[in-house]
């Protein structure tokens, strides 16, 4: 990828992100708080420093460290249950305290859509954008396996974490405006282990400019999938929205050379 072009794409999600803040539906009342904000925000600390640290660990391993341990099982490729996806899952439920009175389960968002003409636009216009990405940069075809595991990791774990979890619990403590605004922040600051010494640090070449354009890249994606949750009160239209961003161009590389 050349360097400019991440950049650009940049760019595009900034806009994207004040389009649907400021254009496309509108945003309820904020959530009621149910904990005090010190402890709200204790959880968003501590769940965000640990799965920072486990990537961290991971990227370490996979990259310099290959002596390390690291729980992993790999069922079949792509399939692979490790530390980092089973605390996805394990720590909303934690997080939400799903036994007790106080529950934030409705909060995690697993419901229907409260606006359905806006979350149909939020999707048009992410769908035309993973086109339009297509169409500059190409996409990687991909395995029927790789499509459906990608329905689990990374789309639906990471939404779980930064915006059933992260998202939800700063807009109690912040508001609305400075939830996504956060939560879009934390969500790109996780991929840093990937981006500068990890996956995509070698996948681009060890190119700092890249890799900080993909970060830029993940704080705005970021705060679009925060706007979306928000204003939907949905996890299912971010998390499609993640999915389309991920892999609508590998979808279309691997139909083209099918053909």
């Known amino acids: 990828m050349a360097d400019y072009l991440i950049y650009i794409q940049v760019a595009s999600l900034v806009a994207i992100a004040l389009l649907f803040h400021k254009k496309i539906g509108n945003y309820p009342e904020k959530l009621v708080q149910i904990r005090s904000r010190r402890k709200e925000l204790l959880d968003v ?30 069922i079949i490729t792509p399939i ?20 007790s009175s106080q529950s934030e389960m409705s909060n995690l968002g697993f419901k229907k859509p409260n606006n359905w003409l806006a979350s149909l636009l939020f999707l048009v216009v992410m769908i035309v954008f993973s086109v339009v990405t297509f169409l500059l940069v ?3 075809s991909l395995s029927l396996i790789s499509f459906i595991w ?50 995509f640090w070698y996948l681009f070449g060890q190119n700092f400019i890249v890799s900080l354009g993909l970060l830029l890249n993940q704080i705005a994606t970021g705060w679009i999938l925060g706007i979306v949750f928000i204003k939907t009160r949905s996890i299912l239209i971010p998390f499609s929205i993640h999915y389309i961003l991920d892999f609508l161009p590998a979808i279309i590389q691997t139909i083209i050379v099918a053909l």
Do not use: C, Q
Request: hydrophobic share 55%.
């Open 45 to 74: 600390m501590i769940i965000w420093g640990i799965m920072f640290i486990v990537l961290t660990y991971l990227m370490l391993r996979a990259f310099y460290f290959p002596f390390l341990y690291y729980p992993s099982i790999t």
């Open 138 to 140: 190409g996409g990687n």
């Open 150 to 199: 990608g329905i689990i990791t990374p789309a639906l774990s990471e939404e779980l974490i930064s915006r059933g979890i992260f998202t939800s619990k700063l807009e109690r403590i912040y508001g609305i405006n400075k939830a996504w605004l956060l939560s879009g922040i934390l969500f790109g600051l996780l991929h840093i282990p990937n981006d500068f010494f990890g996956y």
């Open 80 to 99: 692979r249950i490790d530390l980092y996806l089973i605390l996805s899952f394990i720590l909303p439920v934690l997080a939400i305290r799903y036994w």
